[in-house]
């Protein structure tokens, strides 16, 4: 049985958010208000986009990982005018085309391969009535390349991520600023991803911002832009 977020009753209290970050909150709250109409639309979009295009949502999601997301999308895009879901094509040259170069070309070329040939399998999987926690189990345990960033990037973007956070180094640089959590982890096993994920949703709580919602603003405050 698959363990559920209930089971985490060990995981510490959100610490106290100190006085002298109050400015950075405010940014924070202001980022949102002036967002807010942006974010709401661009999760509405998430959660249209069709099954047909979950291929290569997934496809994106293996390929961002110390990647600029920019490179991602022209490769996907690539991908996608070759026909790369439904015909016999190494991805890899176009992978480490220097104008969208993805690192780790060579592994995540066998992601790629490996994703595509289960399929069949994760559509079904995804298409069964079962909580976004759960379904973030079953990817990280069977699509090669997936950790709980990327297979919760990827629910995100298919309109299934339902609460759930995605801890990329952005938002654990925003999380560390307010005094959320002590230090930047180099890796996050899956104990301590979920347990920052516990602190950042009391931390949406206690501000009164949906965690889906704050985790678009997280973002645009460093990029400027609300992407995928």
């Not at 490769?75 to 220097?98: N, W, Y």
């Not at 919760?152 to 560390?176: Q, S, V, Y």
Request: proline content about 5%; aromatic content about 10%; glycine content about 6%.
């Amino acid at each position: 049985m698959l363990p559920s977020q209930k089971k985490l009753g060990s995981t510490p209290k959100m610490k106290a958010v100190p006085p002298d970050k109050k400015k950075l909150i405010d940014d924070l709250k202001h980022q949102y208000l002036t967002h807010k109409e942006a974010i709401r639309i661009r999760l509405s979009e998430f959660h249209s986009v069709p099954p047909s295009e979950f291929f290569y949502e997934l496809a994106y999601c293996l390929l961002t990982p110390q990647s600029k997301a920019a490179n991602a999308e022209r490769v996907v895009f690539s991908l996608r005018e070759i026909g790369f879901d439904s015909r016999l094509i190494d991805p890899e040259p176009i992978l480490r085309r220097k104008e969208h170069y993805i690192r780790f070309h060579k592994s995540k070329t066998r992601y790629l391969y490996h994703m595509k040939g289960h399929y069949s399998s994760i559509v079904q999987k995804i298409s069964k009535p079962v909580s976004a926690f759960e379904l973030r189990e079953w990817l990280v345990m069977n699509v090669i390349g997936l950790g709980y960033k990327e297979a919760t990037h990827f629910l995100r973007n298919i309109g299934k991520n339902d609460g759930l956070a995605i801890l990329d180094r952005h938002i654990l640089r925003i999380l560390k600023q307010l005094g959320i959590i002590d230090s930047i982890p180099k890796s996050i096993g899956r104990k301590q991803y979920l347990e920052i994920e516990q602190l950042f949703k009391e931390f949406a709580d206690d501000i009164g911002i949906v965690l889906d919602e704050l985790d678009l603003v997280f973002w645009s405050m460093g990029s400027g832009e609300i992407r995928k």
